[in-house]
């Protein structure tokens, strides 16, 4: 068994990943590793452990499911490597919703509007139109790959079908969200708002930071962009300036003065 590290691992398998399924591919692994241990020996990770990543999840979802794939995805890569000398994918098995929480949570997702800005809405359009002519592309890759009849060790096969999974999962999930997509304009109101530019002093350490409030999925923290779902958007939303507010976030609570809102 190989020494290699999880971490190493992941960007081994994230080089071979293309397109928009590497950042979805690098997200779920990210959070693999840093639960698990990026440092830790790969050769060390047993089913247990697999199995244990699986309850920490959560039940299984349409989410839960796309970040289980992305997984199982890597654990196949590991084995056809030879990294790993047996699948570890099988162990990670999501635990079935209740009837009660499957039809709760489908009943918020066909009830709730996302509020996207206008760039947000173009952004999404251009990956959808981006993903479709990808869809093309990789199943002419999985016509090439059966041409080998042998499907027991053929890995272009598996990678290739394992990109087609991600594309579609992600064409659908771009599709609903335009379907449920509210665009937010201008509003001038003088209101922390999806859509604006707000500068807030950090009370404690007199820092003063810019954020552009957007819609979850416009988040971009390198790009100043949060979402008005994170802890920050939440406590900002609705205030003008001058309010203080305090953010519960997972580092501890932060007390924050608005200083301006900037449509």
């Given at each position: 068994?190989?020494?290699?590290?999880?971490?190493?691992?992941?960007?081994?398998?994230?080089?071979?990943?293309?397109?928009?399924?590497?950042?979805?591919?690098?997200a779920?692994?990210?959070?693999?590793?840093?639960?698990?241990?990026s440092?830790k020996?790969?050769?060390?990770?047993?089913?247990?452990?697999?199995?244990t990543?699986?309850?920490a999840?959560?039940?299984s979802s349409?989410?839960?499911?796309?970040?289980?794939?992305?997984v199982r995805?890597?654990?196949?890569?590991?084995?056809?490597?030879?990294v790993?000398?047996?699948?570890l994918?099988?162990?990670l098995?999501?635990?079935?919703?209740?009837?009660?929480?499957?039809g709760?949570a489908?009943?918020a997702?066909?009830?709730?509007?996302?509020?996207?800005?206008?760039?947000?809405v173009?952004?999404?359009?251009?990956?959808?139109?981006?993903?479709?002519?990808?869809?093309?592309?990789?199943?002419?890759?999985?016509r090439?790959?059966?041409?080998?009849?042998d499907?027991?060790e053929?890995?272009?096969?598996?990678?290739?079908k394992?990109?087609?999974?991600?594309?579609?999962?992600?064409?659908?999930?771009?599709?609903?969200?335009l379907k449920r997509?509210?665009?937010?304009?201008?509003?001038?109101?003088?209101?922390?708002?999806?859509?604006?530019?707000?500068?807030?002093t950090?009370?404690?350490?007199?820092?003063?930071?810019?954020?552009?409030?957007?819609?979850?999925?416009?988040?971009?923290?390198?790009?100043?962009?949060?979402?008005?779902?994170s802890?920050?958007?939440?406590?900002?939303?609705?205030?003008v300036e001058?309010?203080e507010?305090?953010v519960?976030?997972p580092?501890?609570?932060?007390?924050?003065?608005?200083?301006?809102?900037?449509?």
């Open positions: 068994m190989t020494e290699i590290t999880l971490g190493e691992a992941v960007a081994s398998y994230i080089d071979t990943v293309k397109g928009p399924a590497r950042r979805a591919a690098l779920e692994l990210d959070r693999l590793s840093r639960w698990y241990g440092d020996p790969l050769g060390a990770m047993r089913g247990h452990d697999v199995a990543y699986a309850e999840m959560g039940p349409p989410e839960t499911s796309r970040r289980a794939a992305q995805g890597f654990f196949v890569f590991l084995k056809k490597e030879g790993l000398e047996q699948n994918g099988p162990h098995r999501l635990k079935k919703a209740t009837k009660a929480r499957r709760i489908a009943g997702a066909a009830s709730t509007d996302i509020e996207l800005t206008k760039e947000g173009d952004a999404l359009q251009a990956e959808l139109q981006s993903l479709m002519e990808q869809r093309i592309s990789v199943r002419e890759d999985i090439r790959a059966m041409l080998d009849k499907f027991r053929n890995a272009p096969l598996d990678v290739a394992n990109e087609q999974g991600q594309i579609e999962a992600r064409i659908r999930d771009i599709e609903e969200m997509a509210v665009i937010v304009g201008a509003g001038g109101t003088g209101r922390v708002r999806v859509g604006c530019t707000v500068t807030v950090n009370l404690a350490s007199g820092r003063e930071t810019q954020y552009a409030i957007v819609g979850p999925t416009e988040a971009n923290a390198a790009d100043g962009k949060i979402s008005s779902a802890p920050v958007g939440k406590a900002l939303i609705g205030c001058g309010d507010v305090e519960d976030a580092a501890g609570v932060t007390k924050l003065r608005v200083e301006s809102v900037k449509d």
